[in-house]
């Protein structure tokens, strides 16, 4: 039995393909649902292929396993390792990490498992997954990998700028009226998640404000470690070299890297989703 494996989700995205301890990863998939359709773990379904704008009858969303499929992979997981750490999405997104606290008592292998609440997702969440990996290679033992997870996720920080409002509506984030303005009014709102929830921080005409915008939150960082752009589908090539140049002269000691929207985030927010997340370095 190999001793610790990472359990993350499919809306996660790692800032590189390769990085040590990829070996101990695990991926839950989403099932996505559009137009009467399951696309079992989104095989057959890309963020390209969704509605610009969601409506009553065309709206993706994520389909959550079953308590008794969670229950199932838990076992098949325990089977194989003695200790599982799991890194959710946000709780404030979705139901997996709740659903998969409620398989974990019901496994009644609580002490075996490590459940953890990312309060975000996409590239944060890919590099809290990251990290994580980095310190189980290093030796690291599984509670001070879990301690090291939860101090790290205050040092994450996320943007995003949905451009099709409908989408949060339909995943239960704003309210069918705030929707049908903001999208008539061709608003760019930009959210920041806040204890896992999403939180209107600001609104903009256009995408060149909402960049400007993203500059000068990099700005109030003195020490970054990594920074990521998620670009929306289709992507903001312009606008996205704009913000590059600036990291580029400005932050030449931080990582950067550049994403296409995932499947899972575009059914949550919208495949015009344009997003930036900053892991700031911790004091070592």
Not at 98 to 112: H, M, P, W
Request: charged share 20%.
């Amino acid at each position: 039995m190999q001793p610790v494996c990472i359990v993350t989700d499919s809306s996660s995205q790692f800032t590189k393909p390769i990085f040590p301890g990829r070996e101990h990863v695990r991926i839950l998939p989403f099932d996505i649902a559009l137009g009467g359709e399951i696309f079992h773990e989104g095989v057959g379904a890309k963020p390209n292929c969704l509605p610009a704008t969601a409506s009553d009858k065309q709206h993706p969303r994520l389909v959550i396993p079953s308590r008794d499929n969670l229950q199932a992979l838990l076992q098949s997981y325990l089977q194989s390792y003695d200790q599982v750490i799991i890194v959710t999405l946000s709780a404030g997104l979705c139901s997996l990490h709740q659903d998969l606290q409620d398989a974990t008592v019901a496994s009644k292998s609580q002490s075996r498992i490590h459940l953890i609440d990312s309060l975000t997702t996409a590239a944060g969440l890919g590099h809290l997954v990251q990290k994580a990996a980095a310190w189980l290679q290093q030796g690291m033992g599984t509670a001070e990998v879990e301690r090291n997870i939860r101090s790290q996720i205050s040092h994450i920080y996320s943007l995003y700028c949905p451009q099709a409002l409908s989408y949060l509506y339909h995943s239960g984030f704003l309210d069918r009226g705030q929707a049908a303005v903001g999208e008539m009014l061709n608003l760019f709102p930009i959210f920041t998640l806040e204890e896992g929830r999403l939180v209107t921080v600001e609104k903009q005409r256009n995408l060149r404000g909402t960049i400007e915008f993203f500059q000068e939150f990099l700005d109030e960082f003195e020490q970054i470690e990594h920074i990521a752009l998620v670009q929306s589908c289709p992507p903001s090539n312009i606008e996205s070299r704009i913000l590059k140049q600036h990291i580029e002269e400005f932050f030449i000691d931080s990582g950067y890297s550049e994403h296409s929207i995932n499947l899972p985030v575009a059914a949550l927010l919208g495949p015009r989703t344009l997003s930036l997340t900053v892991a700031e370095k911790m004091d070592s």
